[in-house]
Each structure stands twice: as structure tokens, then as C-alpha cells.
């Protein structure tokens, strides 16, 4: 292996060297705890470290890394402290994520590093975010983000690199090519010979190093970094070669790699290697590598001493639950005495309007959102009054630009991510569930990100375009889900939404964006999120809906004089309003439960398991439901009004009063 110092001095090598040799020590530390069964699973970066030490090294402490699981050197590099490192890891609260999360899954605003998840490529884009946030900030800033050759595979690295590309962000992507994703290798996953030939297609500059020697990757991220942070932007893409030495995980093995490649990149260890150079450089010699590791040694001592002292968490219902959301009560903004009429179209361009103009850091992201003003022209001339950085069109990725809501997040931004139409957002699904649902309650970052959602049939626009999904988000702890019905619920339910620093999924009906107009306050308030309206009141029935069930449920009982019923429309689903929903069960003990969405798995079904549970002595028949049928949404209008429940209503209605 060659060597090239440069001009870079002894002070700098020795770091280098003995940030190779911390992770090494506390790996070999790690096996054998594994083995004692004192950690429960281990993701060995046994001959990887130089890249993670090299880039580490090379950023400024207060640059953003994003690493995944064999990156152990950015912790230590970044200094992390042991003993909370080793508590992380053995699930105790004085780690990073209370006890909720294992190895490095977590993240730490107080070292600038943010973990990964499970599904390895969602945090690309994240990464975006940082950037984005660093660029719109004006912050001569790069973030580093990590990925592996199998992770690559993924489309979220795809998705990012475009982003980043288009939007000139300043980020640098580690591809670390150790050859096998788990025990797949790389001909199993890729056809093209190096990461380095996707560059052009992306249109940025790629760069491949040897992953093993620490003072080429430290050198090459030095140059692409101070690069960046001069030009403000130009993603960069490096594919450091290296080799994993050890299993996926322990417990895998590696029995899978041939012996001669094991042997030959068992010569190229990046410790031995440079510790033999420094060696005979004379930089290095054997008196300091003894005082060396047993300064080490005693580091990791005293860190696993201080975390084996602590007793594993005290598990409290209260706190796991409440832990999901970031902190925060609302305080309702209200209306002013200036109102005008208003279509539920107008409500919500309004409310964008006049949330761009409260929060100077809100970025509104989605496709065709800025010059064309979106698919329905919502955002129609926000362009000219608040400018390209905070009305952005993006390309055809609904993941990336919600994992760059979550980035922007950690750099203290709003965002707000429209979807085109509510089923595409099934290509996000993964970042909105997994990443900001889950990411106050793992490691206490919240996720301040709004994503609106046109939703619902009756236009004959299809299976692909008519979807009522909100069931699928309301089954997910840490987020929160509103559904207006009318236009001045629409602004002060979306106005709250943006100011709630936890990720809301909002969801508009299109049917009535042109359809329905309200007299609606004219300046900024607040809808709070979590409560009922009842629309209309009676004595014989309760009718318990939400979206376009609540203009279903008028319609039909205004046709039905001699029945009279509380309409209550729910319009937050998650939370949704319990003591409203008791309040009109045990006023008319008959219970009837509308929502546009598939009857099976609908929210009607939980609504009507908790009212069964908690109101059952006030009922006076059984509780029913109506919704669509359980099918795809169909295409031909006399098809999807059949689908629909709006034509059921009246039988059910019927049903409910004679029982």
C-alpha cells in the first residue's frame, strides 16, 4: 500500500493513526462482549476503518455526517463520549435513544451525526435536506453521507443523487464498495464495473480512492469539502474500495467469501498498514503505540464501567407514549372579525399564503408546484411573491424530497411536501412512516414536516387517482392526521399543521376544492388539531364522519326530515376527539359510523371498537358502519358511484333508526 503524506504533518498523521486504532480496539472489545452475550449484536467495520476516520477527519466538526453501520470511526472521531456509546449499545437511557434503538440507529445534534434506519437508503436524502437547508442558509457547509454497495441498489440513492444534483446541493456520497450486500456480491447487484461511471449520468464529479488507505481518503474528502463549501454547492460521489472483513452482522459469517480474496485483503488492513508506515517514517514508534492503546484500553474501560453501572430502563407507558411526539401545545390562533366568501381551493392557497409570510423558513417542495402553481393551482403565483429557494419544484421522487423534509427538520426549517395526488404517495411511504414517524421518539429529533395530500373519488379519475388512504397513516404512532371538510376548516386545520413541529398529514378532498365555498376569515388563525366539530344536532341518531362523508351525511338527512341527528365531524383523525364522540353516543345511543375509505381496515372499524369498549352501556342498537366497497376505486362514473357509500346511506340510516 502506498503512502503519500504530502505536506501534511506528523500531528496530523498521528491523529489518523490513532483514530484507525480507537474503533479497532473497541471493536475487538465488542466481539468479545458479543460472545459473553453482553451485546446483543455487533456490525463489524473491521478493515473499513480509514473511511470513516479519513472523512471524519477531513470535515469540520460542525459539518452533518450521516453514517450507517460499519462506521464506527465517526463516532469516534467525532468524540462521542464511551460511556453514552457503550450505553447506546446495550439499551440503557444514558444512551442516545433512551433504550429504543440498537448500535448506530440514532442520531445526535450535540456531534452533528445523524443515524441511519433499518432500510439503508432513506438518510441519502436526508442528507439532501442538511445540505439544502446549509445552502438556502447561506452556509459555506458540506454534508457527508455514507451508503454501502448493497444499499446502493436501493432507489432512494437514486432519487437523492438526482436531487442533489439538479438542486447543486453540497454533498459528498460515500459509496463504501466492500464487494457483498450481506452475502450477495456485487456481480449479483450491479452490472455496471464502478460506482464512479453513474458521475456522468448524474451529471456530477465522481471520484474513486482506495477505501484502506487513511491519508487518501482524508486527503480526497479535504479537497472535495473545501471545494464545496467555496462553491456552495455540486454534489460529489466517491467510491471507496475497501473489503468487509468479518459477516454482515456476526451471526452471518463468512463462509460465502473465498479464502484467496479474504487472504488478499487481509494484506491491505488499513491499520497495520499504516501503523508499519508511520513505523518507518519514524513518525511513529513502538513505545508510543503501547502507551497508546493502553490510553485506549482504559478509555473503553472506564466508558463500559460507567454503562454497565446503569440498570437497564424502567419502562413507563406514560413516557414511551408521549415520547412519540416532540413536545408541544397549541394555543389557538383566532379569527379575526374580517371574513369573506372563500372556496375550499382558496382556503388553502390562503393558508400557505399567509404561513410562507409567518415562517420565513417554510420551503414548500413538490412537483410542478412553482411556475405552473401545481396540478390543481394552489400555489399559483407563489413564485413571484416568495421566490424559486422556498417554492421548489422537484423531479418525479416523492421519497427523497420527504427525507429532505426530515433534513431540513434537523437544521430547524418547515417543510411542506405536496404530493400531486394522495396515492403517490405510496413511493414516500417508507420515509413518512419509518423515518419521521419514528424519529422524536428514537433519538429525539423532530420532524417538522407537513405533507398535503389531494385524496378522494367522485371525479372519475380512476384506481390511481381517487384513493382515500388516510387509514394507512392513521395506524402510525408519531403522526398526526387532519382531514377538513369544509374551506375554513381547510385553512385553520393546514395553518396548524405547519406550525405543529410534528409531521402532519393533511389531507384535502378534491371534489371540493372548487365545489364548496364558506365564509372564511380573511387573516392567519388556527384550527386546533385533535377537535370535533358537531355540524348538526339532533336527538335520534349520530352520524360520526369526516371529509366528504360530513356533505354525504347533511344531504341525505336534509332529504330525511323526520329523523333528526348529530353530524360530527371528527376532521382531526389522529388524534381524534374521544370525548366529542362519547358526548354524541350517549345523547342518542344509535350509532352510525361514514367515511369514504374501504369499509375493512377503515378508521370506522376503531372508532367503533372503542365506542363498543367505553360507551356500550349508552347504546340502543348496534353500531354501524357505512364506506365503500371493498375494491379498487373503478374508473366509469355509474361504477364509482356505486362504490361509493354515498347511495347506502339512506338504507342505513333506515336500518339504524328502526332497529
Given at each position: 500500500m502506498n503512502f503519500d503524506r504530502k505536506k501534511y504533518s506528523n500531528k496530523l498523521l498521528l491523529d489518523l493513526y490513532e483514530g484507525l486504532l480507537r474503533p479497532r480496539m473497541i471493536e475487538e472489545k465488542m466481539l468479545i462482549l458479543l460472545r459473553q452475550?453482553?451485546?446483543?449484536?455487533?456490525?463489524?467495520?473491521?478493515?473499513?476503518?480509514?473511511?470513516?476516520?479519513?472523512?471524519?477527519?477531513?470535515?469540520?466538526?460542525?459539518?452533518?455526517?450521516?453514517?450507517?453501520h460499519r462506521n464506527l470511526g465517526v463516532f469516534t472521531s467525532r468524540n462521542v463520549p464511551y460511556d453514552r456509546l457503550f450505553a447506546q449499545f446495550q439499551?440503557?437511557?444514558?444512551?442516545?435513544?433512551?433504550?429504543?434503538?440498537?448500535?448506530?440507529?440514532?442520531?445526535?445534534?450535540?456531534?452533528?451525526?445523524?443515524?441511519?434506519?433499518?432500510?439503508?437508503g432513506p438518510q441519502l436524502a436526508v442528507a439532501d435536506g442538511i445540505a439544502l437547508a446549509n445552502q438556502l442558509g447561506k452556509e459555506s457547509k458540506a454534508t457527508l453521507v455514507f451508503t454501502g454497495d448493497g444499499g446502493a441498489s436501493e432507489g432512494d440513492f437514486h432519487e437523492a443523487l438526482n436531487v442533489a444534483a439538479v438542486w447543486n446541493l453540497p454533498v459528498i456520497?460515500?459509496?463504501?464498495?466492500?464487494?457483498?450486500?450481506?452475502?450477495?456480491?456485487?456481480?449479483?447487484?450491479?452490472?455496471?464495473?464502478?460506482?464512479?461511471?453513474?458521475?456522468?449520468?448524474?451529471?456530477?464529479?465522481?471520484?474513486?480512492?482506495?477505501?484502506?488507505?487513511?491519508?487518501?481518503?482524508y486527503d480526497t474528502i479535504d479537497k472535495l469539502s473545501k471545494k464545496l463549501r467555496k462553491n456552495g454547492g455540486g454534489p460529489v460521489l466517491v467510491e471507496a474500495m475497501t473489503f468487509r472483513m468479518r459477516g454482515h452482522e456476526e451471526?452471518?459469517?463468512?463462509?460465502?467469501?473465498?479464502?484467496?480474496?479474504?487472504?488478499?485483503?487481509?494484506?491491505?488492513?488499513?491499520?497495520?498498514?499504516?501503523?508499519?508506515?508511520?513505523?518507518?517514517?519514524?513518525?511513529?514508534?513502538?513505545?508510543?503505540?503501547?502507551?497508546?492503546?493502553?490510553?485506549?484500553?482504559?478509555?473503553?474501560?472506564s466508558g463500559l464501567e460507567k454503562a454497565y453501572s446503569e440498570a437497564l430502563p424502567v419502562a413507563s407507558t406514560q413516557v414511551e407514549v408521549e415520547d412519540m411526539y416532540y413536545p408541544f401545545e397549541q394555543k389557538a390562533v383566532e379569527e379575526s372579525d374580517s371574513f369573506s366568501e372563500k372556496r375550499y381551493v382558496d382556503a388553502i392557497s390562503d393558508g400557505?399564503?399567509?404561513?410562507?409570510?409567518?415562517?420565513?423558513?417554510?420551503?414548500?417542495?413538490?412537483?410542478?408546484?412553482?411556475?405552473?402553481?401545481?396540478?390543481?393551482?394552489?400555489?399559483?403565483?407563489?413564485?413571484?411573491?416568495?421566490?424559486?429557494?422556498?417554492?421548489?419544484?422537484?423531479?418525479?421522487?416523492?421519497?427523497?424530497?420527504i427525507g429532505i423534509g426530515l433534513g431540513m427538520s434537523i437544521k430547524k426549517r418547515k417543510s411542506l411536501v405536496e404530493m400531486q395526488f394522495a396515492d403517490f404517495v405510496t413511493c414516500g411511504f417508507n420515509q413518512i412512516v419509518n423515518n419521521l414517524a419514528k424519529?422524536?421518539?428514537?433519538?429525539?429529533?423532530?420532524?417538522?414536516?407537513?405533507?398535503?395530500?389531494?385524496?378522494?373519488?367522485?371525479?372519475?379519475?380512476?384506481?390511481?387517482?381517487?384513493q382515500?388512504?388516510?387509514?394507512?397513516?392513521?395506524?402510525?404512532?408519531?403522526?398526526?392526521?387532519?382531514?377538513?371538510?369544509?374551506?375554513?376548516?381547510?385553512?385553520?386545520?393546514?395553518?396548524?399543521?405547519?406550525?405543529?413541529?410534528?409531521?402532519?398529514?393533511?389531507?384535502?378532498?378534491?371534489?371540493?376544492?372548487?365545489?364548496?365555498?364558506?365564509?372564511?376569515?380573511?387573516?392567519y388563525y388556527t384550527t386546533e388539531i385533535g377537535k370535533a366539530n358537531l355540524v348538526t344536532e339532533g336527538s335520534d341518531i349520530s352520524i360520526i364522519t369526516y371529509g366528504m362523508g360530513v356533505h354525504w351525511a347533511k344531504e341525505i338527512m336534509k332529504s330525511n326530515p323526520e329523523v333528526s341527528a348529530d353530524i360530527l365531524d371528527l376532521r382531526s383523525l389522529l388524534p381524534w376527539d374521544k370525548e366529542a364522540?362519547?358526548?354524541?353516543?350517549?345523547?342518542?345511543?344509535?350509532?352510525?359510523?361514514?367515511?369514504?375509505?374501504?369499509?375493512?381496515?377503515?378508521?370506522?372499524?376503531?372508532?367503533?371498537?372503542?365506542?363498543?369498549?367505553?360507551?356500550?352501556?349508552?347504546?340502543?342498537?348496534?353500531?354501524?358502519?357505512?364506506?365503500?366497497?371493498?375494491t379498487a376505486v373503478p374508473f366509469s362514473p355509474p361504477l364509482e358511484q356505486n362504490f361509493l357509500p354515498k347511495g347506502r346511506l339512506a338504507q342505513k340510516i333506515k336500518d339504524l333508526v328502526e332497529f
Open positions: 452475550g453482553k451485546i446483543s449484536k455487533w456490525f463489524s467495520g473491521i478493515g473499513q476503518e480509514a473511511i470513516s476516520v479519513g472523512a471524519t477527519k477531513a470535515l469540520t466538526d460542525e459539518e452533518y455526517i450521516l453514517p450507517m439499551g440503557k437511557i444514558h444512551g442516545f435513544t433512551k433504550g429504543r434503538d440498537r448500535s448506530f440507529h440514532f442520531g445526535t445534534n450535540d456531534y452533528n451525526i445523524v443515524g441511519m434506519i433499518s432500510h439503508l456520497f460515500v459509496v463504501e464498495n466492500n464487494g457483498y450486500g450481506l452475502s450477495t456480491p456485487s456481480s449479483e447487484q450491479f452490472k455496471f464495473k464502478n460506482f464512479i461511471d453513474k458521475g456522468p449520468g448524474y451529471g456530477i464529479e465522481a471520484v474513486k480512492i482506495d477505501g484502506n488507505n487513511v491519508l487518501e481518503v451471526a452471518s459469517g463468512t463462509k460465502y467469501v473465498p479464502k484467496e480474496l479474504m487472504d488478499y485483503w487481509a494484506k491491505k488492513d488499513p491499520l497495520e498498514n499504516f501503523e508499519q508506515y508511520l513505523l518507518n517514517e519514524k513518525v511513529l514508534t513502538k513505545k508510543h503505540i503501547e502507551k497508546l492503546r493502553a490510553s485506549i484500553l482504559a478509555d473503553i474501560d400557505l399564503k399567509q404561513s410562507l409570510e409567518k415562517y420565513p423558513e417554510l420551503v414548500i417542495m413538490g412537483q410542478d408546484v412553482a411556475d405552473y402553481g401545481g396540478v390543481f393551482k394552489i400555489t399559483e403565483g407563489f413564485v413571484d411573491k416568495f421566490g424559486r429557494d422556498r417554492i421548489r419544484n422537484t423531479p418525479l421522487c416523492e421519497s427523497a424530497i424519529s422524536h421518539y428514537r433519538w429525539q429529533q423532530n420532524a417538522d414536516v407537513v405533507v398535503r395530500m389531494p385524496t378522494g373519488a367522485g371525479v372519475a379519475a380512476g384506481p390511481f387517482h381517487s382515500s388512504n388516510e387509514a394507512w397513516f392513521f395506524h402510525t404512532p408519531g403522526l398526526k392526521v387532519v382531514y377538513p371538510s369544509n374551506p375554513r376548516d381547510a385553512k385553520g386545520l393546514l395553518c396548524a399543521a405547519i406550525e405543529d413541529p410534528n409531521p402532519v398529514i393533511y389531507f384535502e378532498h378534491k371534489m371540493l376544492y372548487r365545489s364548496l365555498t364558506d365564509e372564511v376569515c380573511d387573516d364522540v362519547r358526548k354524541t353516543v350517549e345523547k342518542t345511543g344509535r350509532v352510525l359510523i361514514l367515511h369514504e375509505d374501504c369499509l375493512t381496515g377503515g378508521i370506522g372499524g376503531e372508532i367503533s371498537a372503542w365506542i363498543g369498549e367505553h360507551c356500550f352501556e349508552y347504546l340502543d342498537a348496534p353500531i354501524l358502519r357505512e364506506a365503500s366497497l371493498d
